[in-house]
C-alpha cells in the first residue's frame, strides 16, 4: 500500500481559498465599515482616512478620560498597555495594506483598519473602564 504525503496540501488550500474572494475579510469590506458608498479609489481613500482620523480623536479622547481617573499604578500600566496596542494596530495594518503588494487598493486598506482596529480599541476599554469614568469622572 502506498501513502501519499501531501505537506503543502493545506497552504494550497489557503491560497485557493483565499484566490476565490481576496478582499471579503479585509476591514473596509466589513459590514460595520464606513464609507461604503464613497465609491472607489480616491474617494474611497479619503473618506477612510477621515473616518480613521475621527475614530483616533475619539480614542484619544475615550483615553483622556479613562486616564484622568485612575490611581497612578493603574494609569501606568494602562499607558504601557495603549503604547502595545498602538504598536499592534499599526503593524498589523501594515501588514493588510501589503497584501496589495503597492497596489491601489492598500490606500484605503491602512485607514480602513485603523479605523475599524481603533473603533474596536474604544469598546474594549470603555468595557474596562468606563464604570470609573461614571462614578469618578467630571
Same mark, same amino acid.
Given at each position: ?34 464609507? !461604503?458608498? +464613497? ?5 474611497? +481613500?479619503?473618506?477612510?482616512? *477621515? ?12 483615553? #483622556? ?23 499592534? *494596530? ?17 490606500? +484605503? ?11 474596536? #480599541? ?12 461614571? !462614578?469618578?469622572?467630571?
Amino acid at each position: 500500500m502506498m501513502i501519499f504525503k501531501f505537506p503543502y496540501l493545506p497552504a494550497a488550500v489557503l491560497v485557493l481559498l483565499s484566490a476565490v474572494n481576496p478582499l471579503h475579510a479585509q476591514h473596509m469590506n466589513a459590514t460595520d465599515a464606513p464609507c !461604503k458608498v +464613497a465609491g472607489t479609489g480616491v474617494d474611497q +481613500a479619503n473618506c477612510l482616512n *477621515r473616518a480613521a482620523k475621527k475614530a483616533d480623536a475619539d480614542l484619544n479622547d475615550a483615553y #483622556r478620560r479613562i486616564i484622568e481617573i485612575l490611581a497612578s499604578g493603574d494609569r501606568q500600566k494602562l499607558r504601557s498597555a495603549e503604547r502595545i496596542w498602538l504598536t499592534y *494596530r499599526d503593524q498589523t495594518c501594515a501588514a493588510e495594506r501589503d497584501l496589495y503588494e503597492g497596489g491601489t487598493g492598500g490606500l +484605503a486598506a491602512y485607514p480602513a483598519c485603523v479605523e475599524a482596529l481603533t473603533r474596536h #480599541r474604544i469598546r474594549d476599554l470603555k468595557t474596562t473602564y468606563w464604570w470609573k469614568v461614571e !462614578k469618578f469622572g467630571a
